[in-house]
């Protein structure tokens, strides 16, 4: 399985990024999820969306970030909206090909990683 993850860049703060990860293989059957990583922090989750299509988001991005997915394009995607210098970080996508029941938030199960790309918010 190859992912990879696109749409970083830099953006004010108050503005608006849409990330996309585009994945190889059986993709209607995995749960999917962002994780960041700031310089310096470990690694975190973002948001999570279940083969199903049900989701999950950290603390710090609800109601802020919106998690989707297009099994028609095996793509899955990060509306992120009210971006704070906070949410500076490498964002990851990450698929479970085993397709664990209900929405997955702690990283273990994810056994395909995308190789990230930079949100940088400046204030």
């Known amino acids: 399985v190859q992912l990879q993850a696109s749409g970083g860049g830099l953006v004010q703060a108050g503005g608006s990024l849409r990330l996309s990860c585009s994945a190889s293989?059986?993709?209607?059957?995995?749960?999917m999820g962002w994780f960041r990583q700031a310089a310096g922090k470990e690694r975190e989750f973002v948001a999570a969306?279940?083969?199903?299509?049900?989701?999950a988001y950290g603390d710090s991005v609800k109601g802020r970030f919106t998690i989707s997915r297009d099994n028609a394009k095996n793509t899955m995607y990060l509306e992120m909206n009210t971006l704070k210098p906070e949410d500076t970080a490498v964002y990851y996508c990450?698929?479970?090909?085993?397709?664990?029941?209900?929405?997955?938030?702690?990283?273990?199960?994810?056994?395909?990683w995308g190789q990230g790309t930079l949100v940088t918010v400046s204030s």
């Open positions: 293989g059986r993709f209607s059957r995995y749960g």
């Open positions: 969306i279940s083969r199903t299509g049900n989701t």
């Open positions: 990450a698929a479970d090909t085993a397709g664990t029941f209900g929405v997955v938030t702690t990283r273990g199960p994810y056994d395909y």
